[in-house]
């Protein structure tokens, strides 16, 4: 199997948040599988979620920098919820090993809105935007692809959301 980033990039769709997702994630596997190495196939395959963070593996640059941002916010929206319970945070929160700028702002003046589904949803435009700041510089390679199916992730969940179980997904979300 050849590499044949550039063709492959460029032949998928630009995602935009807050689009239906162009195809799902076990597509896009599909149509990486067909160009990219087995090696770079597995990667992305593998891509790790919330649940496996912790989980001690070699891991590419950008996916560490993934992680860290998005345990760095997770860990923010605990700080937030745990305080409004009255309930020790200690428990919950997670090593990140972010060192970027502060996610307290973001996710405070989130939370002023109330909404449940709102606040969700900018909690994933942070989480695009960081996306989006990962993929600079980086046009026909595999770590354009990373973040390309993590946007497609995030797009997938929300076309979920809207879905007739919408509530149930967005329920068990919010208590992971």
């Known amino acids: 199997m050849a590499d044949f980033y550039p063709y492959l990039i460029a032949s998928l769709p630009m995602l935009h948040f807050g689009m239906k997702p162009p195809f799902s994630f076990d597509r896009f596997l599909e149509i990486c599988r067909q160009f990219i190495p087995e090696k770079d196939f597995q990667l992305l395959r593998t891509l790790p979620q919330p649940e496996e963070y912790s989980k001690k593996a070699k891991r590419s640059l950008i996916i560490q920098k993934w992680i860290q941002f998005d345990t760095a ?9 745990s305080h409004k319970k009255h309930v020790d945070p200690a428990a919950y929160l997670r ?13 405070s003046t989130m939370n002023i809105n109330g909404s449940i589904l709102d606040n969700e949803k900018s909690l994933d435009e942070t989480r695009w935007k960081l996306l989006d700041e990962l993929a600079t510089s980086h046009y026909f390679d595999l770590d354009l692809l990373i973040t390309y199916a993590y946007k497609l992730l995030i797009l ?15 329920e068990e979300a919010i208590q992971q």
Request: proline share 5%.
């Open 156 to 170: 997938q969940r929300w076309e979920n959301i809207r879905s007739a179980e919408g509530t149930i997904l967005l």
């Open 95 to 107: 090593p990140e090993g972010y060192s970027g700028s502060s996610l307290a702002p973001v996710v």
């Open 73 to 81: 916010l997770r860990n923010e929206v605990v700080k937030i919820r």
